[in-house]
């Protein structure tokens, strides 16, 4: 019985007991370290600081630890932990054309100031299982090459602005709204649509974004670029009154150039899609951007049919700790609401039977 | 405040959320019925178990409050020991299972037989804050309906479902109008709970955090289940009474005891049979029944 009447508070003890037991594993094998998580699960330690909006590597990779590589359970242990932060500021806004790229691939122009730089990417790669990993031989050493002289890589949406052939992202004056001070409400802005997608589940934009590319609120879209590498966080303290770096912190940028739009008064351009996320994720940086341009269906006077383009439907399903807490909150004991309805339905099953019994029509009250 | 848990303020929220909360519970209580959207923080325990209910009582609870924690009636389910052990761990308050010494009552899908008194506070965890949802799903339209107090979905609803069986087959969750205003979810309680709510000495407070709402039903307020005049509101009743407690006139669960059809009606609120059995009410099953189910009181 896991519900127990009694008894409830031991068995809760002690399935927790069993729980870190199982979390343990084998004791004859070495305990996993937070720094090998770090290390050698990057891209899971970059997803759960992602979706639980925190950018720490060590404490998510604890979570992932803790959590027993459920990554949606680390990001939850990690936005619990967020919550309870104290909030100093925000940070100037990121330069990601001064990034220092580690990987920049462009589909748009065969080649781009910068160039394309394939860096650490699966792509490519055939995907065989690697028994060698295995046997644990060390890879070889990375190949190495003097950095260019001018190592500027402007973005190519920058290039694309420049002749006016894209739509200008303009800043307002307005501060940015922040969904976690805020109640999320509708139709909601740009800023809130980005911050809700940035920490969106991978997976259920990933499923948006591919159901606009067949053709359920489609937008034409191409990579003008994807980048990942390091980016300086600037703070300006109001005792200082001038910005003091932070540090840096890795972010993917994507930004996906759509279908034109235009008037009789505007001439045709391009329009925007965007995506930011922590760490190394282009598929979640892609998607985003995806998600993003269908969500911006209103602002061109496109049609909203699809559900990638219904900002209700996708910011009120985004966010995974939500959902995976109420999809499995149906755990939790519902006899009392069950036993209303067997009365019911019991009673109903009752009054069938005494009608059949009679011999009289079933829908009696319908009539009336 | 001196922090219980290492680390963290009394009672899991840092100050200045517990003041936000507290700026829509007063808001909720000033509009009964109506939906506050109020900034849900991520809590400790996953959406939907609690979470909107849980910041509502960290906000209003003081060092010297009492709490009670009850799900689906009982103090013993595992939800329900999980949230009293958190403010125990939290806050350091001190807790009960007897509703007449709590201050605070915290209740996933019940509220309590014995009835609340006057500086009690009843904090309702929900899931989903919207009477109107599962008629229309889209956010901004409910806000409207409620805005201009169109109810008429909801009343075709009801009549529908007469048309179809004969009843309202809304057995839980069973929609009120509050205060002659606002029409509202009162949480996936038993219907046969909605009486208990009108005109109640207790504050009703109610919380839904994943859906960031806060919602009240302030003390002595008239508080209507939908009906129609040809088909009044009606509660659910019960054949036999307690099997433990021989109470009548309260909610019992349905415990199944083998395979061959046996079972048995119990009391839903623990405590109420638990205080009736140490006061000598003895039901049919008393002394028969499994000690699970039973508890100590059987063998005392």
């Known amino acids: 019985m896991y519900v127990a009447v009694k008894g409830g508070e031991q068995a809760i003890d002690n399935a927790h007991r069993l729980l870190a037991a199982k979390r343990r594993g084998d004791p004859a094998l070495p305990d996993l370290d937070v720094a090998q998580i770090d290390g050698q699960l990057a891209l899971a330690v970059a997803r759960v600081m992602a979706e639980g909006s925190l950018y720490d590597r060590s404490l998510a990779a604890l979570a992932i630890k803790q959590a027993r590589g459920d990554l949606i ?11 309870t932060l104290p909030r100093f500021g925000a940070c100037e806004p990121v330069d990601t054309g001064a990034m220092a790229v580690e990987r920049r691939v462009s589909a748009t122009f065969k080649d781009l100031p910068g160039g394309q730089v394939l860096g650490p990417t699966f792509d490519y790669t055939h995907r065989l299982i690697d028994f060698a990993l295995a046997a644990g031989f060390a890879p070889p050493p990375p190949a190495e090459a003097e950095p260019e002289a001018d190592g500027a890589m ?9 002749e006016d052939l894209i739509e200008r992202e303009t800043a307002d004056d307005r501060p940015p709204a922040d969904l976690t001070r805020e109640p ?10 980005l911050q809700n997608l940035a920490r969106g589940d991978e997976g259920f934009l990933l499923g948006l974004g591919y159901s606009t590319q067949r053709g359920f609120g489609r937008t034409h879209p191409f990579v003008g670029e994807v980048r990942f590498g390091a980016v300086e966080l600037d703070f300006v303290p109001e005792e200082l009154g001038f910005p003091v770096p932070l540090g840096t912190i890795e972010v993917t940028e994507c930004q996906m150039v759509n279908q034109f739009a235009g008037s009789a008064e505007r001439p045709p351009q391009f329009t925007r899609g965007y995506g930011l996320v922590f760490g190394q994720s282009e598929r979640k940086a892609m998607s985003m951007a995806l998600v993003d341009r269908a969500l911006r269906a209103r602002e061109f006077g496109e049609d909203v049919v699809a559900p990638a383009q219904d900002e209700e439907f996708v910011l009120s399903h985004s966010d995974n700790v939500q959902a995976t807490g109420f999809v499995e909150h149906l ?6 609401d069950f036993q209303a309805e067997l009365e019911l339905v019991r009673r109903l099953r009752a009054e069938h039977a005494a009608r059949e019994a009679d011999g009289r029509p079933h829908y009696e009250e319908a009539a009336e | 405040m001196t922090p219980v848990q290492d680390g963290y303020n009394f009672a899991y929220l840092d100050e200045q959320t517990k003041r936000m909360i507290r700026r829509a519970i007063l808001k909720a209580i000033a509009i009964p019925g109506y939906q506050v959207p109020f900034a849900s923080r991520e809590m400790p325990m996953p959406y939907g178990w609690g979470t909107g209910g849980v910041q509502v009582t960290a906000s209003i609870l003081g060092p010297d409050d009492v709490l009670k924690v009850i799900d689906q009636g009982s103090d013993d389910t595992t939800n329900a020991v999980s949230i009293r052990k958190f403010f125990k761990k939290t806050a350091g308050v001190a807790t009960t299972t007897h509703t007449a010494e709590a201050t605070i009552v915290q209740t996933r899908h019940r509220i309590p037989e014995e009835p609340l008194g006057a500086g009690q506070v009843l904090v309702y965890q929900v899931p989903i804050p919207e009477p109107l949802r599962f008629l229309e799903p889209r956010e901004t339209e409910t806000r409207t309906l409620h805005a201009l107090a169109e109810y008429g979905l909801m009343h075709v609803k009801l009549y529908e479902d007469i048309a179809r069986h004969g009843h309202v087959a809304t057995t839980y969750a069973y929609p009120v109008e509050v205060a002659g205003r606002y029409v509202m979810d009162p949480s996936p309680t038993p219907k046969f709970d909605n009486p208990k709510m009108h005109m109640s000495a207790a504050l009703q407070l109610f919380g839904a955090g994943r859906e960031q709402r806060i919602y009240a039903v302030p003390p002595y307020t008239p508080v209507k289940s939908l009906d129609f005049e040809d088909h009044p509101f009606r509660i659910q009743t019960f054949k036999d009474p307690c099997a433990l407690c021989a ?3 309260v909610y019992l669960d349905e415990v199944v005891l083998d395979d061959r059809g046996g079972r048995m009606m119990v009391c839903s609120d623990t405590d109420f049979c638990e205080t009736r059995r140490a006061a000598g009410h003895r039901g049919a099953m008393l002394g028969t029944a499994p000690a699970e189910i039973a508890g100590e009181a059987s063998h005392g």
Not at chain 1, 184 to 193: K, M, N, Q, V
Not at chain 1, 331 to 336: A, F, G
């Open chain 1, 73 to 83: 359970e680390a990001i939850f242990l990690v936005r619990a932990f967020r919550t």
């Open chain 1, 154 to 162: 402007p973005r190519v949406t920058d290039l694309l602005g420049e």
């Open chain 1, 184 to 193: 999320l409400s509708f139709p909601a802005e740009r800023d809130i649509r």
């Open chain 1, 331 to 336: 755990k939790l004991p519902h006899y009392v």
């Open chain 2, 247 to 249: 109470a009548e006139g």
